[in-house]
């Protein structure tokens, strides 16, 4: 990603942005040319009002942090005075289209309809460069990860059906299958340097291994009737950004107009989730560059001492001359990037700080009443509560342990398996995804608050005791 040198884009492929950030962000401030171009920067006012914000977003924790202050707030105004305002701002209606061609939903719908599918496109380009250079990238690297992350998603859903196989709640067997990966990847990071940066990759190539099975059982089990016209439609927009991407389009603008307006929008009408063409539109964006590193090397270098020799003007303004080189370092900078990786590494603070937590806020206001404690006793709230804490735990522990007993896979390294019991538990921090399918799978309101319940109360527990169990390991 374009502010990392040759060697911390290496070490970075293999981990997100949220993992990644604060370590390479700490290298750069430390070196020897940070410090220098710190020196040749200009201060302005508003950089100093600025610099603690820009630090609070770049902070690894700073996702986690903001989804469980939304979730706080979702709880505290759903159990306030004002909680009919609560409910009552989610069922705004709101239409949007041109003559007779309209979608009318309400604001809740828009939510996890379609500021969820921006989630799901960041998802699909994290899933699309570990595909390529990261921990899914060659199967003896993708193997224990994988496995593990199926374990983890296979055992919660049988004992979420052993509780509700021949209950109206069968269809939330998804609920517990789901890690969110900015709460898990929060509470590690608290851990600080008692945790080795081994374990936090693979937590993090858990964590997509999960997302990609969340997205096929969304895209699988999860759908209404489906309009063959519109998948169709939407099959058709999907080809000309293949098409695009063949040729060597590399506009942001040019794939958000035909992903948006076309692909989203006739899965929209589909019947087949919206949030899949985010998955499907990401997967589409070219992630390739048109230098290579040794090119982009003399073009710079060829490019700053062209810009030493050039006469330096008298005021503020630079010459025409200097502009010019500017703007072709400007071009071979951009060329040195992915589209694929400059949209993530750009996308993630709009998801982080903006798109989880608008969907928290919406989705995790649960009305505690006095009979709540009662809904325990229920199977809804029991199956999707001991899938995320027991069924995380024993799926990811015991798949780990299969493949390393088998010798298919080793153990990260410098961890232990106290480290993975950790990991496991904080596998079952199951919140942004799992709510998601809630909405998914139940429309009684009664059935979406007892799964709420199970499921809020087992993140809880989850990253609490993972975090317990992580800070004694060695």
Same mark, same amino acid.
């Given at each position: 990603m374009g502010i990392y040198n040759q060697k911390e884009a290496v070490a970075a492929s293999s981990c997100k942005w949220k993992l990644c950030n604060l370590k390479t962000e700490q290298k750069r401030v430390d070196s020897p040319h940070y410090l220098f171009a710190s020196m040749t920067l200009k201060q302005e006012r508003i950089d100093v009002l600025l610099e603690p914000v820009s630090k609070f977003i770049k902070n690894e924790t700073t996702g986690g942090i903001v989804l469980f202050v939304s979730a706080v707030v979702a709880m505290i105004w759903a159990n306030s005075p004002f909680s009919h305002l609560y409910y009552r701002l989610w069922h705004i209606p709101l239409t949007i289209g041109l003559g007779d061609f309209v979608i009318a939903k309400d604001l809740h719908h828009w939510i996890?309809?379609?500021?969820?599918?921006?989630?799901?496109?960041?998802? !699909?380009?994290?899933? $699309?460069?570990?595909?390529? !250079? !990261?921990e899914l990238s060659s199967f003896r690297k993708a193997l224990l990860p994988m496995a593990a992350g199926a374990g983890g998603m296979l055992v919660p859903a049988l004992i979420f059906l052993a509780f509700n196989y021949s209950t109206p709640a069968v269809d939330g067997w998804g609920i517990p299958m789901a890690t969110d990966i900015a709460f898990a990847l929060g509470i590690l990071s608290l851990l600080g340097n008692r945790i080795p940066l081994s374990l936090k990759v693979f937590l993090t190539a858990l964590a997509i291994a999960d997302d990609l099975g969340a997205v096929i059982v969304i895209a699988l089990f999860y759908t209404s009737d489906v309009s063959l016209i519109n998948i169709a439609i939407g099959a058709a927009f999907m080809a000309v950004m293949i098409g695009a991407n063949m040729l060597g389009i590399r506009s942001s603008v040019f794939y958000g107009i035909i992903g948006i307006g076309g692909l989203w929008l006739a899965f929209l009408l589909s019947g087949v989730h919206a949030t899949i063409a985010g998955v499907l539109a990401a997967f589409a964006i070219p992630a390739r560059t048109k230098v290579d590193e040794q090119g982009y090397i003399v073009?710079? @270098? !060829?490019?700053?001492?062209?810009? $030493? $020799? @050039? *006469? *330096?003007?008298?005021n503020h303004l630079v010459t025409a001359e200097q502009l010019s080189i500017i703007e072709d370092i400007k071009r071979y900078s951009v060329a040195a990037e992915t589209p694929l990786q400059r949209l993530e590494y750009g996308m993630h603070p709009l998801v982080a700080l903006v798109v989880m937590p608008v969907f928290a806020l919406a989705n995790a206001g649960i009305e505690i009443s006095a009979d709540i404690l009662s809904s325990f006793l229920n199977p809804l709230t029991l199956g999707v509560f001991l899938g995320l804490v027991l069924g995380k735990f024993i799926g990811i522990t015991g798949m780990s342990k299969l493949m390393v007993t088998l010798q298919l896979a080793q153990l990260p390294e410098k961890t232990t398996w106290r480290h993975i019991y950790g990991v496991s538990l904080l596998g079952g921090v199951g919140f942004t995804m799992s709510l998601f399918i809630t909405g998914l799978a139940f429309t009684e309101p009664l059935m979406v608050l007892e799964a709420k319940v199970g499921l809020m109360t087992a993140s809880l527990i989850a990253g609490l005791g993972g975090y317990l169990l992580l800070r004694t390991a060695k």
């Open positions: 996890n309809d379609g500021l969820m599918a921006v989630f799901f496109f960041v998802v !699909g380009l994290e899933l $699309k460069r570990e595909f390529i !250079g !990261g073009s710079i @270098t !060829g490019l700053i001492e062209k810009f $030493k $020799k @050039t *006469p *330096p003007n008298d």
